[in-house]
């Protein structure tokens, strides 16, 4: 089945503590991005993956890293996360331009 | 202003009605998605187009690129259509989201 995964579905930390969101496809789509929504404010981009080893910044990526070491995988990692960063986050993939498909969503909230 | 525009914000109908969300945009673009958010948080993808108009089932999307519009029409509504519908125009893969229409269809 075609999917995206992520991991986990729902976290609580603390802030400061290192975590790793994980972002899967099975669908060797070259385009991966991350989103964040919050109340208010809708889906903003965070970071997105043209290829393998090619990132580049979305309109949000203050206090995030990611990276893209092969097709399937698109992690995101935050180093030192702050209660600012308490959101729903979504991975998704596609081909090159085509539709998005999203993974459930990652409930983060730090404390 | 906004770069995307959704009206309205939120919509309550009754089942079997027909349903238009509409999306304005400011900036350019190569293609404009209309997405469905469940009321679990899940995002679903219905639409991609470019141009013209798509139809799946008794979902229609429409675009009119000179304007800088988009709708997103539901013929016979049903209560589970209920959902938030997100309009996104990208270019190429940046893409920029409305807020959204909140959807409440009832039986």
């Known amino acids: 089945e075609a999917q995206v995964t992520q991991n986990p579905r729902y976290l609580i930390t603390v802030t400061g503590k290192k975590l790793t969101v994980t972002c899967s496809q099975n669908?060797?789509?070259?385009?991966m991005s991350w989103y964040r929504q919050d109340p208010g404010l809708g889906l903003r981009q965070i970071y997105y993956?043209?290829?393998?080893?090619?990132?580049d910044k979305g309109d949000v990526p203050e206090g995030y890293k990611v990276s893209r070491k092969e097709k399937r995988n698109f992690p995101l990692i935050l180093e030192s996360p702050s209660p600012n960063q308490t959101s729903l986050y979504f991975c998704a993939s596609s081909h090159t331009p085509d539709t998005q498909y999203f993974g459930p969503g990652t409930r983060l909230t730090v404390l | 202003k906004n770069e995307v525009e959704q009206s309205p914000q939120n919509l309550t109908a009754q089942e079997g009605e027909f349903i238009t969300i509409n999306c304005s945009y400011s900036v350019g673009i190569s293609a404009l998605h209309w997405l469905q958010q469940h009321p679990g948080g899940g995002i679903v993808s219905l639409f991609m187009l470019s141009s013209g108009k798509k139809k799946h089932g008794r979902l229609i999307a429409t675009i009119n690129i000179q304007e800088k519009h988009s709708s997103l029409h539901i013929t016979a509504s049903h209560p589970r259509d209920s959902a938030v519908y997100i309009c996104a125009p990208s270019d190429n893969n940046d893409m920029r989201f409305g807020a959204g229409t909140r959807l409440t269809v009832k039986p």
């Open positions: 993956s043209m290829n393998v080893e090619v990132t």
């Open positions: 669908m060797n789509h070259e385009y």
